[in-house]
Every structure is written in C-alpha cells, then in structure tokens.
C-alpha cells in the first residue's frame, strides 16, 4: 500500500467512527465523548505514522482534518469556528508534530536497547563514529546516512529518524527515562502547532536544512 493509500484508508476509518460518535453526541458528557475519541479515533490516527516521515503537505492536512473535526465534536462548535483555541485546551499536538513524536519515541527506545536489533543496528552516534572526528564527538546526535534522492531517500526510517533526533534539544534527548523523555518532546514539539503556516514552515526548513543535521561523507 501507497503512503497516499495508507492517509486514505487512516482518514476514512476515524471519519466513520467520528459519524457514529455524532449520532450520540447529545446523550453523553463531554468527558465521555473526549475518552470514546482518544480510544476509537486516536489509535487509528497514529497507527503506523512513523512512516508517513516527510509527507507532503496535501497529504497532511488530510490527517489534520481528522483531529479539526474531533475537537470541535468534543467541545460542542460549530464547523465554521476557529479550531486552534479546542486544540490548545485540549493540548494535542497536530498532525506533522504527532509524527515527529512516534518517530523521536521510536529512536529513543532504539538508542536505549529497548527495541529490536534490525531497528537499532541502524543507528550509529556520532560520539562512537571511526569516520571522522567532529565538532559534536561528545555531543547526542547521530549519523546521517547520505542519500540519492531526496523525495523518496529522506522519508527512510533510518535517516528521517535521525535528522529528527539532532533537531531535538539537548535536555530532550538526555532524558533519563522514556517517561520524561516523552513529556519533554511534547512540551518541546507543543508549541509549534500555534505558529502561523508560513513562519513554521521556516522554522522547519531551517531546521533541517542548517548544521544542526550532521552528514558523514
């Protein structure tokens, strides 16, 4: 299945579950429509979405469409109203930055031996590297394997996992415990949905498009 095909069926099985929780909207709490939707709805948003590294944006405002809808389902508004101010109370990370999360998990755990080796075996530290001695010896981030193409090379898991990683700040990747690494990368990537579309996308590109990303030639 395509990426393309996997957002499609992704939005249409949560639009279905979103139509059946509508039809009993009026007969619950909102407590309880909040909990039916973080267990009916969420867990097929984020199945497998630390492969949808890199998507284009067409594809991820589809995605974000999902949690437009279940916000204002939750909190009772109308289609027209302005949807930031639900997702802020509601404190959920949008779609690119709910990808970035998995994807920054994942290489957690992997750095902590806490996944299988055929995941892990491809991460290497820049600290441990017998390439070439750098500025950041010392320093959390990884290697970046070099690519052909950058559409179809820079999705990889092995290397959109760990140019994500060397974006990260410090006191994010040295957390202790998965725990707090995930309360950390929240309160880091939280933020960044309340920016405007333009400065974001800015902020981004910079990110990974600066020194920050480490390659090994």
């Known amino acids: 299945m395509s990426l393309c095909g996997l957002v499609s069926r992704t939005v249409s099985g949560c639009f279905a579950v979103l139509r059946q929780l509508r039809s009993i909207r009026r007969s619950v709490s909102d407590s309880v429509v909040y909990s039916l939707v973080v267990l009916l709805v969420m867990p097929r948003l984020d199945y497998c979405n630390a492969t949808l590294a890199a998507l284009p944006a067409s594809q991820l405002i589809r995605l974000q469409s999902v949690l437009n809808a279940a916000a204002k389902l939750i909190h009772r508004s109308s289609r027209y109203k302005h949807v930031t101010p639900m997702l802020r109370d509601l404190h959920w990370l949008q779609s690119p930055e709910r990808i970035d999360f998995k994807l920054a998990?994942?290489?957690?755990?992997?750095?902590?031996?806490?996944?299988?080796?055929?995941?892990?075996?491809?991460?290497?530290?820049?600290?441990?590297?017998?390439?070439?001695?750098?500025?950041?010896?010392?320093?959390?981030?990884?290697?970046?394997?070099?690519?052909?193409?950058?559409?179809v090379g820079d999705r990889a898991f092995p290397v959109a996992r760990c140019r994500l990683w060397n974006c990260l700040p410090p006191d994010v990747t040295s957390a202790s415990t998965l725990s707090v690494f995930r309360n950390r990368l929240k309160t880091s990537l939280f933020p960044d949905h309340f920016l405007p579309n333009c400065f974001r996308f800015l902020v981004l590109h910079t990110m990974y498009s600066s020194g920050l990303a480490v390659f090994v030639l």
């Open 105 to 151: 998990v994942l290489t957690y755990r992997c750095l902590h031996g806490l996944m299988p080796r055929y995941l892990s075996d491809y991460i290497q530290s820049v600290a441990v590297s017998n390439c070439r001695r750098l500025w950041s010896f010392s320093s959390s981030q990884l290697v970046i394997r070099c690519t052909r193409l950058s559409t």
